[in-house]
């Protein structure tokens, strides 16, 4: 993937369209409120912005006015990326941040599909492209999921932008402390236990390791996190965020709190941003962390509860609930050996709930078994079901 000089190709390409108005951006006029919430004892930071060129930004696109099939060519930083040149990188055309950009893929694909392992090896490319060219800065990329996650677009794009000077967010402040390979080897996900709402955080491994494969379990682990604690619909929302040292996953329940502020991925990385001083005042007033607790699916009790899967003989993928109608369609196709194992470990769970033991050592499942034989079904589910939905609403 030719990335040659890239952030220097970025910039130029901002600062002209910015001196062209072929952006709407109002650097000079945005108000930053740095504050520290606390939760448990813990103190987590936010970032609350105030960026009044946001009221220009549609707060919902269309199929049929897609600026991304035919994407303006003052805003076009690349006009082919990618192993199959499948992408394009666009600037957004209201920036939160200077440089604020996106990969966008050429043909339509809904926003409301799980990232490609194609897709989160381009962006991870960038990220680390961008590591490298742009020691400065800290970038970050993200993916708002479904109806209820914030985006704006039906066209699949992720975005790109930094964080602000001296601030980490809370997922990254935790990685610091936290034993980064350990991690990255098991592919665990976990959660910060002072955050009063769902979230599932994958540490990666040094950029010289990440490939593709890694980079689809560390996405396909995130997902059926979120898939075990989502609500009973077919049409799942998440945000998703990466940088080059690790994945989050935030299941949504809604896409607003009180129909007045939107949060999509940017919440969950402390940066609320508010489009007028009225929105502004509310969220200072109100408070962060209550707002983002409100629109997310709430921490699930049972997920605490199963911490000891394994001693009880299941995999992850045995907790995704039956209830959702996708998953019920991805536990039927399972291969006939596959349902059955799957059954034995529910049973023998069960008989060990009633009479309130764990198994030996002997027959506790082992990390490297713990494998997510269920996601590959989910995945294609979820696509037949959004396909569905698609041609259902086609106007004839």
């Known amino acids: 993937m030719e990335l040659d000089n890239f952030f220097v190709d970025l910039k ?54 897609n600026p991304f099939i035919r994407p303006e060519p003052e805003l076009t930083v690349r006009n082919s990326f990618g192993y199959h040149e499948e992408f394009r990188i666009v600037l957004n055309k209201f920036p939160i941040v200077k440089n604020h950009f996106m990969l966008t893929t050429k043909e339509f694909v809904s926003q409301d599909t799980p990232l490609s392992p194609s897709e989160l090896l381009a962006a991870f490319t960038l990220l680390a492209k961008l590591h490298e060219e742009d020691k400065d800065s800290q970038w970050f990329s993200f993916y708002n999921c479904g109806p209820q996650s914030g985006a704006s677009q039906p066209h699949k794009h992720i975005q790109f932008m930094t964080l602000p000077d001296k601030y980490t967010p809370f997922c990254l402040d935790l990685l610091e402390n936290t034993n980064r390979s350990s991690r990255a080897s098991q592919g665990v996900a976990f959660q910060v236990p002072h955050v009063p709402f769902a979230h599932y955080v994958v540490a990666l491994p040094e950029e010289k390791e990440v490939n593709e494969n890694i980079l689809s379990m560390a996405f396909s682990s995130l997902l059926s996190k979120a898939l075990s604690v989502s609500e009973e619909h077919c049409e799942m929302s998440y945000n998703f965020c990466m940088t080059t040292k690790h994945m989050m996953m935030i299941p949504r329940r809604k896409a607003k709190f009180k129909n007045l502020i939107g949060i999509n991925s940017c919440g969950y990385m402390g940066l609320i941003l508010c489009k007028n001083s009225d929105i502004f005042e509310h969220v200072r007033r109100i408070g962060v962390l209550r707002i983002l607790a409100k629109v997310v699916t709430p921490l699930a009790k049972t997920f605490v509860a199963y911490a000891g899967y394994r001693e009880m003989g299941l995999k992850f993928n045995d907790l995704i609930a039956e209830e959702n109608p996708i998953a019920q369609k991805a536990i039927a196709r399972l291969p006939e050996d596959e349902s059955y194992a799957r059954n034995f470990r529910i049973i023998t769970a069960h008989q060990c709930a009633l009479s309130h033991q764990l198994l030996p050592a002997n027959k506790v499942v082992k990390p490297e078994e713990d494998t997510h034989y269920l996601i590959p079904y989910l995945l294609e589910a979820e696509k037949e079901a959004l396909e569905k939905k698609e041609l259902d609403n086609i106007q004839i």
């Open 12 to 65: 130029d390409k901002f600062d002209v369209a910015m001196s062209r108005d072929d952006l709407v951006y109002m650097g000079d006029s945005v108000q930053h409120y740095k504050i520290q919430e606390d939760v448990n004892g813990e103190s987590i930071a936010f970032d609350i912005t105030l960026l009044r060129s946001l009221e220009h930004r549609p707060e919902q696109g269309s199929i049929v006015a």
